[in-house]
T-cell receptor
Framework: DAKTTQPPSMDCAEGRAANLPCNHSTISGNEYVYWYRQIHSQGPQYIIHGLKNNETNEMASLIITEDRKSSTLILPHATLRDTAVYYCIFGRAGANNLFFGTGTRLTVIP | GAGVSQSPSNKVTEKGKDVELRCDPISGHTALYWYRQSLGQGLEFLIYFQGNSAPDKSGLPSDRFSAERTGGSVSTLTIQRTQQEDSAVYLC??????????FGSGTRLTVV
């Protein structure tokens, strides 16, 4: 299984940036970094993915280190609705078995 | 459809009975995946379809579990002779090419 390392939990004040780290030291050259989140009682939701360049979309930014062994998901202005478990995963594009692990439980505090 | 649809959303069954869980992927998505998630746990991969074929069945936990996909669309996950340890949320996802997975809301299975 392609495993990543994430802190089990984090808190963030509402309105502040949430920076969620992930280590993926065994990633290979053709594997992407994907981030998903799972809000209680819902299926996981795709957030963003990247190969080596930093990426930004309407939900978040993804910063990947130059050696690609770690990345950070940034939620620029966290809201209470961002409270969820965030999963960092890596795999080839179209990979048939993304290993989700246990993720980081982010709690946004009012 | 607009998203991945799973049915039923909740299923309570007696131990030893068979159950069928259905997944309607996003139209045009060629890949379909089944995962399950026990309470408080991460996602456990079960099976993957590319079109109608399942090149990777490695995650099925026992021979009581089977899955099929017809017409490159709807998939059914069948659990025979259900056991209490089968209780979990069963999640289906679909994707196309290198896009991220789109998950359904899952089927919560409770075996009593």
């Amino acid at each position: 299984d392609a495993k990543t390392t994430q802190p089990p939990s984090m808190d963030c004040a509402e309105g502040r940036a949430a920076n969620l780290p992930c280590n993926h030291s065994t990633i290979s050259g053709n594997e992407y970094v994907y981030w998903y989140r799972q809000i209680h009682s819902q299926g996981p939701q795709y957030i963003i993915h990247g190969l080596k360049n930093n990426e930004t979309n309407e939900m978040a930014s993804l910063i990947i280190t130059e050696d690609r062994k770690s990345s950070t998901l940034i939620l620029p202005h966290a809201t209470l609705r961002d409270t969820a478990v965030y999963y960092c995963i890596f795999g080839r594009a179209g990979a048939n078995n993304l290993f989700f692990g246990t993720g980081t439980r982010l709690t946004v505090i009012p | 459809g607009a998203g991945v649809s799973q049915s039923p959303s909740n299923k309570v069954t007696e131990k030893g009975k068979d159950v069928e869980l259905r997944c309607d992927p996003i139209s045009g998505h060629t890949a379909l995946y089944w995962y399950r998630q026990s309470l408080g746990q991460g996602l456990e991969f079960l099976i993957y379809f590319q079109g109608n074929s399942a090149p990777d069945k490695s995650g099925l936990p026992s021979d009581r579990f089977s899955a099929e996909r017809t017409g490159g669309s709807v998939s059914t996950l069948t659990i025979q002779r259900t056991q209490q340890e089968d209780s979990a949320v069963y999640l289906c996802a679909s994707s196309f090419g290198g896009s991220g997975y789109t998950f359904g809301s899952g089927t919560r299975l409770t075996v009593v």
